[in-house]
């Protein structure tokens, strides 16, 4: 078999099992139906397919976003590899798809061009899934096939379940974003939208919000994510890179805040070594992630010093302002995979007003796709 025989078998085996991943991911977020559940059935399985069909329906349109745009500048580019994740309780089933570009992109127009690409395609495929999620919610009393005891309280049951829940019930909100109260508002029907706490079981709109997190975080302008092709080419190399150090930095200071808490300080032996690993780690993430702005070991050390100081006394001062630490994950992708830099193009030419246009457009997607805590 030729090696492009090869790699297009291994993208196709790729595809298929993040079909299932996604699936059994989605019958399980959606419906509670765990493939460690006993009795887990084909019809269980197939549950999940309103969310997986949907999901990778917007995440492909993303990727072949990309990949038309480069195939149109004649640039030897990879079909998607999609990346799936075990079927483990409260993972989604995969970390998305990539393509990988074989040749070199020469000019910053083209660059744009391709980084841009999939941003659009896929956040306008989410309107379009979002607008029909929102469009066909069904009755309210749906959520008592999810929850039957529920019923015991009627539609007002989100003023007794989420307040009396036990620490052994997993309870997930939803963070939501612009574009979310933009539907609820002027799309969906008056007293069909879910409570934030629920809106895992509604498979349509779980699909369209994930995607929206997946865009909000290939548009930041950092590095080599699609938003930092389009802030590179929006705003030139120089002005770019200050642009993408301070959004990391910015990132990674809001995903830390409330995150290490040593106060009221432990009196047991216990907690004081539990805290000294809390303290280490804490350091040593900080070292690791900050590498990214490519300064010598102590500098690098001293700014994590920096950092670690004030997370400790901004969570003595300021108990109550506290970040997502989920963020965190991300911040360790960009700083020890991504990085934060732009190469330079080889042709610097100035974007013209219709692509100036589409990158602030890019940006504006950024900020309505954004939730500050997307799911706790």
Not at 44 to 56: E, K, R, T
Not at 188 to 201: C, D, I, L, S, T
Not at 243 to 248: L, Q, R
Not at 352 to 376: N, Q, V
């Amino acid at each position: 078999m030729k090696p492009d025989q090869r790699r297009v078998l291994l993208q196709i085996l790729l595809f298929l099992t993040t079909l299932v991943t996604t699936t059994i991911a989605g019958a399980e977020w959606s419906y509670g139906k765990s493939i460690y559940m006993p009795g887990y059935s084909w019809a269980d399985f197939a549950s999940g397919f309103n969310f997986s069909v949907p999901f990778l329906l917007i995440l492909t349109v993303h990727e072949f976003g990309h990949y038309f745009t480069a195939r149109y500048y004649k640039i030897d580019v990879t079909l998607p590899y999609y990346i799936p994740l075990p079927p483990l309780p409260l993972w989604i089933g995969t970390m998305g798809a990539v393509i990988r570009l074989k040749s070199r992109v020469h000019s910053k127009k083209q660059n744009f061009d391709i980084g841009i690409a999939g941003p659009l395609a896929g956040f306008v495929m989410t309107l379009i899934v979002l607008f029909y999620g929102f469009k066909t919610l069904p009755e309210p009393e749906y959520i008592y096939t999810i929850h039957p005891e529920y019923k015991a309280y009627g539609l007002n049951y989100a003023e007794k379940v989420y307040t009396n829940q036990s620490d052994s019930v997993m309870d997930i909100a939803i963070g939501k974003n612009l574009l979310f109260h933009f539907f609820e508002s002027y799309v969906a029907e008056p007293g069909r939208v879910p409570n934030v706490h629920e809106v895992m079981h509604y498979p349509t709109l779980l699909a369209g919000f994930l995607s929206l997190i997946f865009t909000c975080m290939n548009l930041f302008p950092i590095g080599q994510l699609d938003g930092g092709h389009v802030s590179y080419g929006l705003l030139g190399f120089k002005l770019y890179k200050l642009v993408g150090t301070v959004c990391f930095l910015g990132l990674l200071l809001y995903s830390g805040l409330g995150f290490i808490d040593i106060y009221p300080p432990p009196t047991d032996t216990t907690g004081a070594l539990s805290l000294t690993y809390l303290i280490l780690g804490s350091l040593f993430f900080l070292y690791l992630v900050l590498q990214c702005l490519r300064l010598s070991k102590r500098d690098t050390l001293m700014y994590a010093l920096i950092f670690l100081a004030f997370f400790i006394v901004m969570g003595r001062l300021f108990p109550d302002v506290k970040g997502y630490s989920g963020w965190l994950l991300f911040v360790f992708v960009i700083g020890k995979f991504i990085g934060i830099e732009h190469p330079p193009a080889e042709i610097e030419e100035p974007l013209d007003t219709t692509r100036i246009i589409l990158g602030w457009i890019a940006i504006f997607i950024l900020i309505i796709s954004f939730s500050p805590a997307p799911i706790s």
